[in-house]
Protein backbone atom coordinates (compact mmCIF):
# COMPACT_ATOMS: atom_id res chain seq x y z
CA UNK A 1 0.00 0.00 0.00
CA UNK A 2 1.60 3.55 -1.08
CA UNK A 3 0.22 6.67 -0.69
CA UNK A 4 0.57 7.74 -4.04
CA UNK A 5 -2.28 5.10 -5.21
CA UNK A 6 -4.65 6.28 -1.98
CA UNK A 7 -4.00 9.66 -3.18
CA UNK A 8 -4.95 8.47 -6.81
CA UNK A 9 -8.70 7.08 -5.28
CA UNK A 10 -8.94 10.38 -3.52
CA UNK A 11 -8.70 12.41 -6.35
CA UNK A 12 -10.67 10.40 -8.88
CA UNK A 13 -13.76 10.59 -5.75
CA UNK A 14 -13.43 14.14 -6.10
CA UNK A 15 -13.47 14.56 -9.83
CA UNK A 16 -16.38 12.14 -10.51
CA UNK A 17 -18.38 12.56 -6.95
CA UNK A 18 -19.59 8.78 -7.03
CA UNK A 19 -23.22 7.88 -6.11
CA UNK A 20 -23.26 6.06 -3.40
CA UNK A 21 -26.42 4.62 -2.49
CA UNK A 22 -26.84 4.22 1.30
CA UNK A 23 -29.53 2.24 3.25
CA UNK A 24 -28.11 2.50 6.51
CA UNK A 25 -29.88 3.25 10.14
CA UNK A 26 -31.15 6.08 11.97
CA UNK A 27 -28.37 7.12 14.25
CA UNK A 28 -25.84 7.82 11.48
CA UNK A 29 -27.79 8.92 8.34
CA UNK A 30 -26.68 12.76 8.61
CA UNK A 31 -23.19 12.40 9.67
CA UNK A 32 -22.30 9.50 6.75
CA UNK A 33 -24.03 11.73 4.63
CA UNK A 34 -21.61 14.59 5.51
CA UNK A 35 -18.53 12.57 5.52
CA UNK A 36 -19.35 11.33 2.22
CA UNK A 37 -19.71 14.54 1.40
CA UNK A 38 -16.40 16.01 2.60
CA UNK A 39 -14.53 13.24 0.62
CA UNK A 40 -16.05 14.42 -2.21
CA UNK A 41 -18.77 11.58 -2.67
CA UNK A 42 -22.41 11.66 -3.96
CA UNK A 43 -24.61 10.84 -0.70
CA UNK A 44 -28.32 9.21 -1.42
CA UNK A 45 -30.57 7.96 2.00
CA UNK A 46 -33.34 6.08 -0.06
CA UNK A 47 -35.42 3.49 1.70
CA UNK A 48 -38.30 3.31 0.13
CA UNK A 49 -39.02 -0.42 -1.32
CA UNK A 50 -40.67 1.96 -4.28
CA UNK A 51 -37.61 2.96 -5.39
CA UNK A 52 -34.60 1.33 -4.24
CA UNK A 53 -34.31 -0.88 -7.10
CA UNK A 54 -33.89 2.31 -9.01
CA UNK A 55 -31.59 4.49 -7.54
CA UNK A 56 -29.60 1.60 -6.97
CA UNK A 57 -28.88 0.88 -10.50
CA UNK A 58 -27.81 4.52 -10.55
CA UNK A 59 -25.38 4.17 -7.94
CA UNK A 60 -21.43 3.96 -8.03
CA UNK A 61 -21.54 1.85 -4.77
CA UNK A 62 -24.61 0.20 -2.56
CA UNK A 63 -23.71 0.16 1.08
CA UNK A 64 -26.20 -1.75 3.46
CA UNK A 65 -26.18 -1.42 7.41
CA UNK A 66 -28.24 -2.97 9.74
CA UNK A 67 -28.06 -1.05 12.49
CA UNK A 68 -31.26 -0.37 12.80
CA UNK A 69 -33.05 -2.79 11.44
CA UNK A 70 -36.95 -3.25 10.52
CA UNK A 71 -39.05 -5.91 8.26
CA UNK A 72 -39.90 -3.08 5.27
CA UNK A 73 -35.84 -2.32 5.49
CA UNK A 74 -34.64 -5.87 5.14
CA UNK A 75 -36.69 -6.03 1.88
CA UNK A 76 -36.03 -2.86 0.63
CA UNK A 77 -31.64 -4.18 1.08
CA UNK A 78 -32.66 -7.18 -0.52
CA UNK A 79 -34.11 -5.50 -3.33
CA UNK A 80 -31.85 -2.92 -3.66
CA UNK A 81 -28.99 -5.34 -3.60
CA UNK A 82 -30.54 -7.45 -6.33
CA UNK A 83 -30.58 -4.35 -8.83
CA UNK A 84 -26.46 -3.52 -8.29
CA UNK A 85 -25.60 -7.30 -8.23
CA UNK A 86 -27.30 -7.08 -12.20
CA UNK A 87 -25.42 -4.23 -13.12
CA UNK A 88 -22.11 -5.12 -10.90
CA UNK A 89 -22.39 -2.42 -8.51
CA UNK A 90 -20.35 -3.08 -5.74
CA UNK A 91 -21.48 -3.97 -2.76
CA UNK A 92 -20.81 -2.87 0.83
CA UNK A 93 -21.99 -4.84 4.35
CA UNK A 94 -22.02 -3.30 7.58
CA UNK A 95 -23.60 -6.54 10.14
CA UNK A 96 -24.06 -3.76 12.73
CA UNK A 97 -24.49 -5.90 16.40
CA UNK A 98 -24.88 -8.68 14.62
CA UNK A 99 -25.09 -11.55 17.42
CA UNK A 100 -27.01 -9.31 19.95
CA UNK A 101 -30.60 -11.06 18.84
CA UNK A 102 -31.50 -13.54 16.69
CA UNK A 103 -33.84 -11.74 14.55
CA UNK A 104 -30.03 -9.46 13.54
CA UNK A 105 -28.30 -12.65 13.20
CA UNK A 106 -30.77 -14.29 10.61
CA UNK A 107 -30.90 -10.73 8.94
CA UNK A 108 -27.19 -10.62 8.58
CA UNK A 109 -27.23 -14.28 7.70
CA UNK A 110 -29.61 -13.99 4.77
CA UNK A 111 -27.98 -10.78 3.21
CA UNK A 112 -24.61 -12.54 3.17
CA UNK A 113 -26.58 -15.12 1.03
CA UNK A 114 -28.96 -12.82 -0.97
CA UNK A 115 -27.01 -9.16 -1.78
CA UNK A 116 -23.29 -11.11 -2.14
CA UNK A 117 -21.56 -7.79 -0.68
CA UNK A 118 -18.11 -7.82 -1.82
CA UNK A 119 -16.89 -5.94 0.71
CA UNK A 120 -17.75 -6.04 4.74
CA UNK A 121 -17.08 -4.15 7.40
CA UNK A 122 -17.33 -4.79 11.11
CA UNK A 123 -15.63 -4.24 14.20
CA UNK A 124 -14.09 -7.51 15.72
CA UNK A 125 -17.12 -8.86 17.47
CA UNK A 126 -19.29 -8.26 14.72
CA UNK A 127 -16.74 -10.01 12.25
CA UNK A 128 -16.30 -12.89 14.43
CA UNK A 129 -19.97 -13.62 15.14
CA UNK A 130 -20.73 -13.42 11.09
CA UNK A 131 -18.29 -15.96 11.04
CA UNK A 132 -20.24 -18.11 13.51
CA UNK A 133 -17.75 -18.38 16.21
CA UNK A 134 -20.31 -19.11 18.84
CA UNK A 135 -20.19 -15.70 20.38
CA UNK A 136 -22.60 -12.84 20.36
CA UNK A 137 -21.96 -9.11 20.69
CA UNK A 138 -22.33 -6.51 23.41
CA UNK A 139 -25.11 -3.72 21.38
CA UNK A 140 -23.17 -2.43 18.72
CA UNK A 141 -20.02 -2.39 20.67
CA UNK A 142 -16.48 -4.54 20.07
CA UNK A 143 -15.39 -6.39 23.37
CA UNK A 144 -12.60 -7.98 21.09
CA UNK A 145 -9.53 -6.43 19.22
CA UNK A 146 -9.11 -6.67 15.79
CA UNK A 147 -6.20 -9.63 15.58
CA UNK A 148 -8.61 -11.93 18.09
CA UNK A 149 -11.11 -11.17 14.71
CA UNK A 150 -7.99 -12.42 12.60
CA UNK A 151 -9.33 -16.50 12.20
CA UNK A 152 -12.93 -15.28 11.72
CA UNK A 153 -12.01 -12.73 8.98
CA UNK A 154 -9.89 -15.01 7.08
CA UNK A 155 -12.87 -17.66 7.50
CA UNK A 156 -15.45 -15.57 6.36
CA UNK A 157 -13.54 -14.04 3.24
CA UNK A 158 -13.25 -17.57 2.00
CA UNK A 159 -16.22 -18.44 3.00
CA UNK A 160 -18.14 -15.47 0.88
CA UNK A 161 -15.72 -14.69 -1.66
CA UNK A 162 -15.35 -11.26 -0.28
CA UNK A 163 -13.01 -8.97 1.39
CA UNK A 164 -13.42 -8.04 5.07
CA UNK A 165 -12.38 -5.44 6.78
CA UNK A 166 -11.66 -5.90 10.62
CA UNK A 167 -12.15 -2.00 12.13
CA UNK A 168 -10.15 -1.89 15.59
CA UNK A 169 -6.94 0.12 16.88
CA UNK A 170 -5.41 -1.54 13.94
CA UNK A 171 -7.32 -2.14 11.08
CA UNK A 172 -7.52 -5.52 9.09
CA UNK A 173 -8.00 -6.19 5.76
CA UNK A 174 -8.45 -9.48 5.16
CA UNK A 175 -9.50 -10.92 1.17
CA UNK A 176 -8.31 -14.98 0.85
CA UNK A 177 -4.87 -15.25 2.11
CA UNK A 178 -3.90 -11.73 1.77
CA UNK A 179 -3.55 -9.42 4.72
CA UNK A 180 -3.14 -5.24 5.08
CA UNK A 181 -2.91 -3.75 8.35
CA UNK A 182 -3.85 -0.14 8.89
CA UNK A 183 -2.21 1.45 11.90
CA UNK A 184 -3.48 5.05 11.34
CA UNK A 185 -6.47 6.25 13.41
CA UNK A 186 -6.80 8.06 17.32
CA UNK A 187 -8.58 6.45 20.84
CA UNK A 188 -10.98 9.22 20.72
CA UNK A 189 -12.52 7.88 17.67
CA UNK A 190 -15.00 4.77 19.33
CA UNK A 191 -16.17 8.08 21.32
CA UNK A 192 -17.92 9.30 18.39
CA UNK A 193 -21.25 7.24 17.73
CA UNK A 194 -21.32 6.42 13.88
CA UNK A 195 -17.66 6.58 13.11
CA UNK A 196 -17.57 2.50 12.16
CA UNK A 197 -20.80 3.45 9.87
CA UNK A 198 -18.79 6.24 8.16
CA UNK A 199 -15.68 4.25 7.99
CA UNK A 200 -18.42 1.92 5.66
CA UNK A 201 -19.65 4.67 4.03
CA UNK A 202 -16.57 5.39 3.07
CA UNK A 203 -15.16 2.30 1.72
CA UNK A 204 -18.29 2.19 0.01
CA UNK A 205 -17.18 5.59 -2.04
CA UNK A 206 -13.63 4.07 -2.60
CA UNK A 207 -14.55 0.77 -4.10
CA UNK A 208 -17.01 2.92 -7.06
CA UNK A 209 -13.71 4.28 -7.69
CA UNK A 210 -11.44 1.19 -7.63
CA UNK A 211 -12.13 -2.06 -9.27
CA UNK A 212 -9.92 -3.75 -6.54
CA UNK A 213 -12.19 -4.22 -3.83
CA UNK A 214 -9.42 -5.18 -1.36
CA UNK A 215 -7.52 -1.89 -2.67
CA UNK A 216 -10.58 0.13 -2.24
CA UNK A 217 -11.19 -1.18 1.41
CA UNK A 218 -7.87 -0.58 2.54
CA UNK A 219 -7.04 3.02 0.73
CA UNK A 220 -10.31 4.30 2.51
CA UNK A 221 -9.56 2.72 6.20
CA UNK A 222 -6.54 4.28 5.85
CA UNK A 223 -7.83 7.67 4.91
CA UNK A 224 -10.34 7.20 7.40
CA UNK A 225 -7.62 7.09 10.15
CA UNK A 226 -5.62 9.71 8.94
CA UNK A 227 -8.64 11.83 9.04
CA UNK A 228 -8.85 10.98 12.52
CA UNK A 229 -5.36 11.65 13.47
CA UNK A 230 -5.93 15.05 11.90
CA UNK A 231 -8.71 15.92 13.34
CA UNK A 232 -7.73 14.90 16.71
CA UNK A 233 -4.50 17.66 16.53
CA UNK A 234 -7.14 19.87 16.96
CA UNK A 235 -10.18 18.63 18.96
CA UNK A 236 -10.53 19.38 22.64
CA UNK A 237 -13.04 16.38 22.94
CA UNK A 238 -15.71 13.99 20.87
CA UNK A 239 -18.03 17.27 19.84
CA UNK A 240 -15.67 19.57 18.43
CA UNK A 241 -13.46 16.25 17.05
CA UNK A 242 -17.01 15.53 14.54
CA UNK A 243 -16.12 18.64 13.37
CA UNK A 244 -12.37 18.54 12.46
CA UNK A 245 -12.88 15.00 10.95
CA UNK A 246 -15.24 16.10 8.34
CA UNK A 247 -12.97 19.01 7.67
CA UNK A 248 -10.02 16.31 7.51
CA UNK A 249 -11.58 14.99 4.60
CA UNK A 250 -12.60 17.96 2.92
CA UNK A 251 -8.90 19.33 3.12
CA UNK A 252 -6.75 16.52 2.82
CA UNK A 253 -4.01 16.40 0.15
CA UNK A 254 -1.48 13.78 -0.94
CA UNK A 255 1.49 15.35 1.59
CA UNK A 256 -1.09 14.50 4.64
CA UNK A 257 -1.44 11.11 3.37
CA UNK A 258 2.32 10.63 2.95
CA UNK A 259 2.98 12.08 6.36
CA UNK A 260 0.48 9.91 7.98
CA UNK A 261 0.18 6.76 6.45
CA UNK A 262 1.11 3.63 8.61
CA UNK A 263 0.17 0.81 6.62
CA UNK A 264 1.89 -2.76 5.85
CA UNK A 265 1.06 -5.78 3.74
CA UNK A 266 1.48 -9.25 4.96
Known amino acids: MNYE ?3 RDVEHIRSTAPLIHNITNYVVMNSTANALLAIGASPVM ?8 EMASMAGALVLNIGTLSAAWIEAMVKAAGAARKR ?3 IVFDPVGVGATRFRTETAGRLLKEAEPVIIRGN ?13 TKGVDSTHTSDQALEGARSLSERCRCVV ?19 NGHPMMPRVTGLGCTATALVGAFAAVNPSARDAAA ?9 GEMAAERAAGPGSFQMHFLDALYLMQEADIQRHLRAEEQ
Open 5 to 7: AIW
Open 46 to 53: AHAIEEVE
Open 88 to 90: SIP
Open 124 to 136: ASEIRALASTGEG
Open 165 to 183: VVSGATDLIVAGDSLACVH
Open 219 to 227: HAMAVMGIA
